[in-house]
């Protein structure tokens, strides 16, 4: 076989490209699991930001202010899981799917004028001098503004959680919340405050499906991202700089499974699309079973509601 | 007692009549089923807008209604049946998975029409209708060909069933017939919509030095990566010129309004009666988009004299001599596949590399 | 300024009002959805909640779709009182149709009377051990059962797409990436046991289960030792209840309650293994689950009212040309109210006065 056409820095550009609406919601998902929240309606808020931040883009022609309509969109949604999570009580799980549900409708409901138009073109920085530099003027500087964010922002909450006290406290709601709340700390809010931030990312990440990855509205355009984004978090073992690892291997699979068949080789594309899943189980086995990692890593109280006594 | 007698019959007579009378004013009602949802711009708009046309030819003689993302099974027989009796008058049933719950139903309403799309199964009142989207694909093969600087084609296929398969068949052997030298890259999407997908198998063709990218998955993804990358694409089902004006070349266009518009006129006047539809460019069913301006003026000659051969049956894709990828036999020369063959196709032609899944 | 106080004891009057609250609140705002798209909203809210339960042909269909949801989210709820997250239903469904699809299609051409419970029993074992994977990983490594069962689905559905594809194609099939139709094999068929409900073989089966997790739950001791372990694993561990123990048999029974819903959908409803045979009900049961407060009376409660709105929605699509993704919208609103309004079974709204 000749794999010599296989050129590597394209191929990194590409699974760049595709990991990034999965690393969005990924590290969103990461703060809410951190502070003790298990948000499964990722999907669901991934699409409501595909949509919002599709109609603000297409209504004003700006994509930048699309990107931000998407993550306001995902982070409104989110605030339905929130309020009735940690102020209803209700359960996590349930409420996540629910919150899935309800978001691929509305998302197809509030879509329904927007089909067969083109979004405003996003167009990728252009870093004088560097950006034409062969090879590493490809790899570094060939992208459009919020893939340097999204790895910006992966940098941030790694900052956040680990080295300020909010992200202490975060981290402590997610461990112990009974502890945070006699601390003092208003775990109901920060949980809230954390759902919402996680929307807003899943939000930002279904607006590049749609403004950026796919340029165009379809229903359902999403297609399962916000469910890898829910493993990859896991494949990830809660720490941000994993969920870039995580997000980057999963777009390199794809891309990987795809440009083989181009070059001729055939494999067996269902069994390579299983890969990602069975890895992410045998990460989280090693990383479980080392019982005082685990313990470091994966939040205590994840998918507990919590309770304040009087 | 007589002239009581005589005034109900006739009163009795004279509602039989109006009712009757009544009969003829009440429009035919038409049913769809839908696969997926009307706003996939891909087989199901196409469908929908099919029934768009039905209503604009007939406008108050008819009534049609829909069920979007009906899942195929028992799904799909309780909306046949619930549409049957609310007095539907024929049920278009528009994926091959409603095969067998079209039949069941059908079954159970021997006064209702059925039409289900794509599938080989028939009864009294189950009609089957297809398109032979190969003859598209062969004029597009064509035009692909002769477009190719790298002389590599990309085609991003959705599942090895025979259907994708004579497409891709039919596009290489056109090709093949305007440029020898001609390779085709097929790649294995396993899905009909993704449009993230979709849009990475296209990235990764191009990075392949494919040139031309053909598709048989539903959404525009592909069309919208042509247009970035500086590629040729074509539309798939529907003219996708919105996603991709330098891009496409142009487009199969999935035409069903003119077959709804028989059929359900064919109600109307009592006439309709179980067939099997597989109609190509010549009966309308398959459409060709304009031509964009960047094909030659002999390309675009030489492919509007295949529309025009393949219209009149002058020109059979499927004509020998061809040969199986592995270099048997299929079609001796001058001979043409015939139907059942080409329905069940289930390996490539002699000159495509890489394996067909099975 | 109003603030929920918590009750001394759970109200028994919320129990049961809730729902009908919930319910009658979704009517509201749902109507106003209704109105916004320009469709009637009685005759839409009629054709969502009343016409499923009263039309004698969409009472045929409601079993039809309520059973699946009812079996799983049954299986579920034992291991939800435990503390046992299951979210992997959805895997173990497939598995288990996968699992007593092949053991019909293997005896193909056969007949006799031992085939369907020997499908049954291959399809109860190919879920239970699609769940026993987490179970194991989970009391071996501590390995978390939400997330594990969660990834073994996309492992399922893509193994689905493999032995469609391959093995389990039909031979006769044309090519298509299906199998041959086991609804419409004497031997493989599920019969029908009381048509005017749409309750088949594996309704009554359902129904036969729904009975014995209510017996298991409400008298034996192992349930008293399954909803212990769940409120308080410390207590239990003191009572002499392995954890261990309780893990695999929760995701066990779960998996295998899937495995059975599988094999009758693809049995009974569905026919043909394809790639769109799941339809997603693996999830949806476990709303319903919690819908019906993990309790098994509740539980058929909620799956037929579930059941009962998707048999709606698709008649309010043709009838009303109500988009699709209204129903889904109005489904999703229905389930947050109903999740919401559970706050009032353990909640009273007090109205804050300053003063205080």
């Given at each position: 076989m000749d794999f010599s056409s296989l050129n590597a820095v394209a191929m990194i550009v590409l699974l760049i490209g595709a990991a990034t609406p999965i690393l969005l919601a990924a590290i969103g998902e990461l703060v809410a699991e951190k502070s003790g929240v298990l948000n499964l309606g990722v999907e669901g808020m991934m699409i409501i930001g595909a949509v919002t931040g599709f109609?603000?883009?297409?209504?004003?022609?700006?994509?930048?202010?699309?990107?931000?309509?998407?993550?306001?969109?995902?982070?409104?949604?989110?605030?339905?899981?929130?309020?009735l999570t940690q102020y209803l009580h209700s359960n996590q799980v349930a409420t996540g799917l629910a919150l899935?549900?309800?978001?691929?409708?509305?998302?197809?409901?509030?879509?329904r004028n927007y089909n067969g138009i083109k979004p405003p073109r996003t167009d990728r920085l252009e870093v004088p001098g560097l950006s034409d530099f062969p090879v590493l003027g490809e790899l570094l500087f060939s992208y459009d503004p919020i893939i340097y964010f999204s790895v910006f922002l992966v940098f941030a909450v790694w900052w956040f959680l680990n080295r300020t006290r909010g992200g202490l406290v975060l981290r402590a709601c997610g461990e112990n919340h009974d502890a945070a709340h006699s601390l003092g700390y208003n775990v109901q809010l920060i949980r809230f405050g954390a759902i919402m931030f996680g929307g807003a990312c899943a939000g930002l990440?279904?607006?590049?499906?749609?403004?950026?990855?796919?340029?165009?509205?379809?229903?359902?355009?999403?297609?399962?991202?916000?469910?890898?984004?829910?493993?990859?978090?896991?494949?990830?073992?809660?720490?941000?700089?994993?969920?870039?690892?995580?997000?980057?291997m999963f777009g390199g699979i794809t891309i990987l499974q795809l440009s083989l068949q181009a070059l001729g080789i055939s494999i067996s594309g269902a069994y390579l699309s299983m890969t990602p899943y069975i890895v992410t189980i045998v990460v989280l086995v090693i990383m479980s079973a080392d019982r005082k990692r685990a313990s470091i890593n994966a939040p205590a109280c994840l998918g507990r509601s919590f309770h304040a006594s009087h | 007692m007589k002239f009581t007698k005589t005034l109900a019959a006739a009163a009795a007579m004279g509602l039989a009549l109006s009712g009757s009378a009544y009969a003829d004013a009440d429009p035919v009602k038409a049913g769809f089923i839908y696969v997926g949802p009307i706003g996939d711009l891909g087989w199901t708009w196409t469908h929908d807008q099919g029934r768009l046309a039905v209503e604009a030819e007939y406008g108050d003689r008819v009534e049609t209604s829909y069920v979007e993302s009906v899942p195929e099974g028992a799904d799909a027989e309780r909306v046949m049946s619930q549409m049957a009796?609310?007095?539907?008058?024929?049920?278009?049933?528009?994926?091959?998975?409603?095969?067998?719950?079209?039949?069941?139903?059908?079954?159970?309403?021997?006064?209702?029409?059925?039409?289900?799309?794509?599938?080989?199964?028939?009864?009294?009142?189950?009609?089957?209708?297809?398109?032979?989207?190969?003859?598209?694909?062969?004029?597009?093969?064509?035009?692909?060909?002769?477009?190719?600087?790298?002389?590599?084609?990309?085609?991003?296929?959705?599942?090895?069933?025979?259907?994708?398969?004579?497409?891709?068949?039919?596009?290489y052997l056109a090709a093949k017939s305007v440029n020898p030298d001609v390779e085709f890259k097929v790649v294995w999407v396993y899905t009909w919509f993704d449009p993230g997908k979709e849009a990475d198998a296209a990235n990764a063709l191009i990075e392949q030095g494919v040139d031309v990218i053909m598709q048989h998955t539903d959404s525009p993804a592909a069309m919208t990566i042509a247009e970035e990358k500086g590629v040729y694409a074509f539309g798939q089902a529907s003219d996708m010129s919105a996603f991709g004006p330098n891009a496409q070349l142009t487009a199969i266009l999935d035409n069903w309004g003119p077959y709804y518009i028989d059929r359900?006129?064919?109600?109307?006047?009592?006439?309709?009666?179980?067939?099997?539809?597989?109609?190509?460019?010549?009966?309308?069913m398959v459409g060709i988009a304009p031509f964009s301006d960047k094909i030659p003026a002999d390309v675009q000659a030489l492919a509007t004299e295949t529309i025009a051969?393949?219209?009149?049956?002058?020109?059979?894709?499927?004509?020998?001599?061809i040969n199986k990828q592995d270099g048997t036999v299929w079609l001796a020369d001058g001979e043409v596949a015939d139907d059942g063959t080409l329905a069940g196709l289930n390996f490539y032609v002699e000159g495509i590399d890489g394996e067909l899944p099975n | 300024m109003l603030r929920l106080e918590q009750r001394q004891q759970p109200s028994k009057l919320m129990l049961y009002l809730t729902p009908v609250l919930a319910v009658l609140t979704t009517m509201a705002v749902g109507g106003l959805l209704f109105v916004a798209l320009g469709i009637a909203p009685g005759r839409a809210i009629y054709l969502l909640f009343i016409d499923p339960f009263v039309d004698s042909y969409n009472l045929s269909q409601l079993f039809v779709k309520a059973s699946p949801l009812i079996l799983i989210a049954m299986g579920l709820s034992i291991g939800f009182r435990a503390g046992v997250w299951n979210i992997g239903a959805e895997g173990q469904f497939i598995m288990g149709a996968l699992a007593g699809g092949a053991v019909g299609l293997a005896l193909w051409g056969m007949t006799g009377w031992w085939i369907l419970p020997l499908m049954a029993v291959a399809a109860a074992l190919g879920g239970a051990l699609w769940g026993l994977i987490p179970a194991l990983l989970k009391i071996r490594f501590n390995a978390s059962e939400i997330l594990v069962s969660l990834m073994l689905v996309y492992v399922a559905e893509n193994f689905l797409a493999q032995m469609v594809q391959g093995v389990l194609r039909a031979p006769d099939g044309m090519g298509f990436p299906e199998s041959r139709n086991l609804g419409r094999n004497e031997p493989t068929a599920l019969p029908d046991v009381f048509p005017a409900l749409g309750i088949n073989a594996g309704g009554v089966t359902m129904l036969v289960l729904l009975a014995l997790a209510f017996f298991l739950l409400q008298k034996h001791a192992l349930g008293f030792q399954i909803k212990l372990t769940g409120d308080s694993p410390r207590?239990?561990?003191?009572?002499?209840?392995?954890?261990?123990?309780?893990?695999?048999?929760?995701?066990?029974?779960?998996?295998?309650?899937?495995?059975?819903?599988?094999?009758?959908?693809?049995?009974?409803?569905?026919?043909?293994?394809?790639?769109?045979?799941?339809?997603?009900?693996?999830?949806?049961?476990?709303?319903?689950?919690?819908?019906?407060?993990?309790?098994?009376?509740?539980?058929?409660?909620?799956?037929?009212?579930?059941?009962?709105?998707?048999?709606?929605?698709?008649?309010?699509?043709?009838?009303?040309?109500?988009?699709?993704?209204?129903?889904?919208?109005?489904?999703?609103?229905?389930?947050?109210?109903?999740?919401?309004?559970?706050?009032?079974?353990n909640y009273r709204v007090k109205r804050l006065r300053r003063a205080v």
């Open positions: 109609i603000t883009a297409t209504t004003t022609g700006s994509p930048m202010l699309g990107f931000a309509g998407g993550a306001l969109g995902g982070a409104l949604v989110s605030t339905l899981f929130a309020f899935t549900m309800f978001g691929l409708g509305l998302a197809a409901l509030m879509g990440g279904g607006a590049y499906v749609s403004l950026v990855r796919v340029p165009q509205w379809t229903e359902g355009m999403t297609a399962g991202v916000g469910w890898i984004a829910l493993a990859i978090v896991v494949f990830a073992s809660w720490k941000p700089w994993r969920v870039i690892l995580g997000a980057y | 009796r609310s007095g539907v008058d024929i049920i278009f049933t528009t994926s091959f998975g409603y095969m067998d719950p079209t039949i069941n139903v059908a079954a159970e309403f021997p006064d209702v029409a059925f039409a289900h799309a794509t599938g080989y199964k028939r009864a009294e009142n189950v009609a089957t209708y297809s398109a032979r989207f190969y003859e598209g694909r062969y004029v597009i093969g064509q035009i692909a060909g002769a477009m190719t600087e790298t002389n590599k084609i990309g085609y991003i296929a959705s599942f090895p069933i025979p259907e994708v398969v004579r497409g891709i068949n039919s596009a359900v006129g064919a109600i109307m006047d009592g006439t309709w009666e179980s067939t099997d539809v597989w109609d190509g460019i010549g009966a309308g051969a393949i219209a009149s049956g002058e020109l059979h894709p499927f004509t020998g001599p | 207590a239990a561990r003191f009572a002499g209840v392995k954890p261990g123990v309780i893990i695999a048999l929760c995701l066990g029974v779960s998996g295998a309650a899937a495995g059975l819903a599988g094999l009758f959908e693809l049995t009974g409803a569905a026919g043909k293994l394809t790639i769109d045979f799941p339809l997603g009900y693996g999830f949806t049961a476990i709303i319903v689950a919690f819908l019906g407060r993990l309790n098994p009376v509740g539980i058929l409660l909620a799956g037929v009212v579930l059941a009962g709105t998707y048999i709606g929605g698709e008649n309010a699509q043709f009838m009303l040309k109500l988009p699709a993704a209204a129903v889904t919208v109005f489904q999703g609103m229905m389930l947050f109210f109903l999740l919401g309004f559970e706050i009032l079974i």
